[in-house]
């Protein structure tokens, strides 16, 4: 049966399930939903992949890039874990590789000991979308426009202390166009 402890943590990989679930996005491809209210604080899913080192996450960005200019697969699942090593979610097991990224999340991801933890930063009402910020670096802003929706959103999927720089150049380039 599912359950969660009185701290709100999700006690089993059902607990999870009995959480989310997911279905086609307006954000981008799938998503991950809320099928009743999640309380506040709740560690809702555990994201999961191989682990590996950032020399074969590299290597493995480098294909996603090569995949995206032949127009293929270009999701984005490596996960930033340590100084040391990553975690790829590409897996299908890994259900929480369908959340999305939004500039005003619902969710936050959490390193646990070691393990990455989606985790409700308020109430979510049953039908919400489910997103975290992803924190993508600023040197990469420019590969990953952003459709969130969000009223604050910068347009591109960038973390959160380097929107306003993304956000000046923006501003910049608008005043240029006649
Ligand atoms: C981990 S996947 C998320 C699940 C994805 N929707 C799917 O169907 O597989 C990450 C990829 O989803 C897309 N994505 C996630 N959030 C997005 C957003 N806010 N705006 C645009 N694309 C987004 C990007 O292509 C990103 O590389
Ligand atoms: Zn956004």
């Known amino acids: 049966m599912a359950r969660t402890s009185r701290n709100n943590q999700t006690s089993s990989k059902s607990a999870a399930q009995r959480w989310i679930c997911s279905r086609d996005s307006a954000i981008h491809g799938r998503g991950v939903y809320a099928q ?3 309380p506040d604080g709740t560690r809702v899913i555990e994201y999961t992949g191989a682990r590996i080192t950032k020399a074969e996450a590299k290597r493995r960005e480098e294909q996603r890039l090569e995949r995206q200019k ?3 697969d270009d999701c984005v699942y490596i996960f930033d874990l340590n100084k040391k090593h990553d975690l790829d979610g590409r ?4 259900i929480a590789r369908l959340i999305n990224h939004s500039c005003a ?5 959490d390193n646990i000991r070691g393990h990455i933890w989606i985790v409700a930063r308020r109430e979510i009402a049953a039908g919400e ?3 975290f910020d992803y924190g993508f670096p600023y040197a990469e802003w420019r590969l990953h426009p952003c459709r969130c929706g969000a009223k604050r959103c910068v347009g591109y999927i960038v973390n959160k202390e380097q929107r306003w720089r993304v956000r000046r ?5 608008r005043n240029l166009s006649p």
Do not use: Q
Not at 105 to 109: L, T
Not at 169 to 173: A, D, E, P
């Open 91 to 94: 897996s299908t097991r890994n």
């Open 169 to 173: 150049i923006l501003r910049g380039r």
């Open 36 to 38: 009743c209210d999640i």
């Open 129 to 131: 979308e489910l997103t």
């Open 70 to 72: 032949r127009g293929g």
């Open 105 to 109: 999340p619902n969710c936050r991801a």
